[in-house]
């Protein structure tokens, strides 16, 4: 019996749980609980009561329980791939991407987390603490609540429980409505590589679910639009408890007149459908200086016309899956007809295939301006306009002409050219020959600017984030009075002024010279 079978068995009395269907079929594949704020707020007490023990553990010991998660999701990759394909419709290469990712957070933060959460010692020029011996450490928050989109069913929801729980935090995962199997196959990872019980929990539901989760625990972990991100913000901070919001964007691809255009075709592709087009890291429009574009035209839509699409089975089945979540068909076609009512032309694609399940063509759209829907707005679907710009001091300015700055990209030969215009991209994430491997380096923090989000995932400071600081200060040496103390001693002040002059005032500006 396969994992969604036995949801499907156990699952909750008809009518109050949330049917799962298989983008690429239409077939229903599971059933989960819609669980409610009472029951959210009941697993958020218990995963309090499990944090304890877990960050009581050492972080060696902590590791040894990810070491077991990394040999079982290894082990059950073949049935972990079937349901991330079967829950979200994508190629099974991108299945295994997410699944490769999760091994390896694993082994990273397991490996990193006794580096990020040492103590600091602290050492201050102030006359006013003289003497102290300071430093500060790394306490976990408490619970962390990671909420997730449905784009990647594993990536983006467990793949941010595991450096928080590496941090010694508990973790509620609430994952998409839309996907929420991968999700709870988790749990059952947790459960039978022995995990301390509750201390990784998953409450499957809608948005009241995702608000519930909000409104219980110590720091919430948001995937998902700016536009529910906003709403997860206004939240936590009525709570005053922090977020991070990772979010929508609109990522730009410039090709130099001096790329090889072999390399800027395969990786324009890759960007643009891997995942089906559906990343928060896919690029969603190309600018081409004027010198290559129609040698990057041509190859480009010959190589675009060899993509495959279609219900995905196996390995090398197909290159470009389903559209996940069904308002989103809507949404991509709206963008292909805004764009083609406002002059521009289809090169491949531009339709919803006949048959079962949601599909929607790759497709190549070129004659595009910034009018258009399709450069603006976010499409998250297997389309791709491309327009010409006279040179790239052009293309920086339609690049940073977006509410979004999540990932920008430049495909180019003179490093020096390409670093320099990388540095003036409003993104958090720049790629150079390059587009979304940034994703996959954990030690390099990643996060959007603008509205594609707050905070970042990855890198020392996306580690830290689920951790609080404290600062200690200890006097080794107390007297009996301080300087600074009343009754204040005026000749006192006279010497601390003497003191801070000669170290930062004319006395410095003497030495100086
Ligand atoms: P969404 O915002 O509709 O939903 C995301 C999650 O939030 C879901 O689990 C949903 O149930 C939950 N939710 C809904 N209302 C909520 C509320 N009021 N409070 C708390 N939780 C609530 O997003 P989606 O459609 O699932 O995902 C697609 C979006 O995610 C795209 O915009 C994409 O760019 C973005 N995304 C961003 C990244 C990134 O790293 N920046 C990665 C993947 C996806």
Redesign the pocket.
């Known amino acids: 019996m396969t994992q969604n079978q036995a949801l499907r068995a156990d699952g909750p009395p008809a009518g109050t749980g949330i049917a799962v269907d298989n983008p690429a079929t239409g077939a229903v594949v599971g059933e989960v609980p819609d669980t409610s704020a009472e029951e959210v707020a009941q697993a958020v007490e218990r995963a309090r009561r499990a944090q304890r023990g877990w960050a009581e553990l050492d972080t060696r010991a902590r590791a040894a329980f990810f070491a077991r998660g990394r040999r079982w999701l290894l082990a059950h990759r073949e049935e972990i791939a079937d349901l991330i394909v079967e829950e979200n419709g994508k190629a099974r290469e991108d299945a295994v991407v997410e699944i490769v990712y999760c091994a390896s957070a694993f082994a990273y933060w397991a490996k990193q987390a006794r580096g990020l959460l040492a103590r600091t010692r602290i050492r201050s020029l102030s006359p006013f603490v003289l003497g102290r011996s300071m430093y500060t450490r790394r306490v976990p928050r408490g619970v962390v609540g990671v909420?997730?989109?449905?784009?990647?069913p594993l990536l983006?929801s467990f793949g941010d429980a595991v450096p928080a729980l590496a941090a010694g935090n508990a973790v509620v995962l609430?994952?998409?409505?839309?996907t929420p199997l991968t999700a709870l196959l988790m749990e059952r990872m947790a459960r039978e590589c022995g995990w301390p019980k509750d201390v990784f929990q998953v409450v499957t539901?809608?948005?009241a679910?995702?608000?519930a989760?909000?409104d219980t625990v110590d720091f919430v972990m948001?995937?998902?639009?700016?536009?529910?991100?906003r709403?997860?913000a206004a939240?936590a901070g009525e709570r005053l408890v922090p977020c991070s919001l990772?979010?929508?964007?609109k990522d730009a691809l410039v090709v130099l007149a001096d790329a090889n255009l072999e390399r800027a075709v395969s990786v324009t592709i890759q960007g643009a459908l891997s995942n089906g087009g559906q990343?928060?890291?896919s690029v969603e429009r190309v600018y081409v200086e004027e010198p290559v574009y129609d040698a990057y035209l041509t190859l480009l839509r010959e190589r675009f016309r060899q993509v495959t699409s279609g219900r995905p089975a196996g390995l090398g089945s197909v290159d470009v899956g389903a559209v996940t979540?069904p308002p989103q068909l809507a949404v991509i076609q709206d963008h292909v007809d805004d764009a083609v009512r406002k002059g521009a032309r289809v090169l491949a694609g531009g339709h919803t295939p006949e048959g079962p399940g949601r599909f929607f063509e790759p497709t190549l759209l070129v004659d595009v301006d910034h009018g258009m829907k399709c450069m603006r707005e976010?499409t998250?679907g297997p389309t791709l306009p491309v327009m010409k710009v006279a040179d790239a001091e052009e293309a920086l300015r339609l690049v940073n002409d977006s509410t979004y700055g999540?990932q920008a990209s430049i495909i180019g030969s003179d490093m020096k050219r390409a670093r320099r215009l990388a540095e003036r991209f409003e993104a958090g994430c720049v790629t150079i020959n390059d587009a979304q491997t940034n994703y996959m380096a954990l030690g390099l923090p990643?996060g959007?600017w603008k509205e594609?989000?707050l905070g970042v995932?990855h890198g020392a400071e996306g580690f830290r984030k689920y951790t609080r600081l404290q600062a200690i200060s200890t006097n080794r040496f107390p007297m009996r009075r301080d300087m600074h103390m009343i009754p204040y001693e005026p000749s006192a002040y006279r010497f601390v002024l003497r003191l801070v002059d000669a170290m930062y005032g004319t006395g410095l500006r003497r030495r100086a010279k």
């Open positions: 909420i997730g989109p449905w784009n990647n983006n609430k994952p998409s409505e839309q539901g809608a948005g679910t995702g608000r989760v909000v948001f995937t998902g639009s700016t536009r529910t991100g709403l997860v939240r990772e979010l929508g964007g990343m928060c890291t979540f976010e998250f999540l990643m959007g594609s989000g995932r």
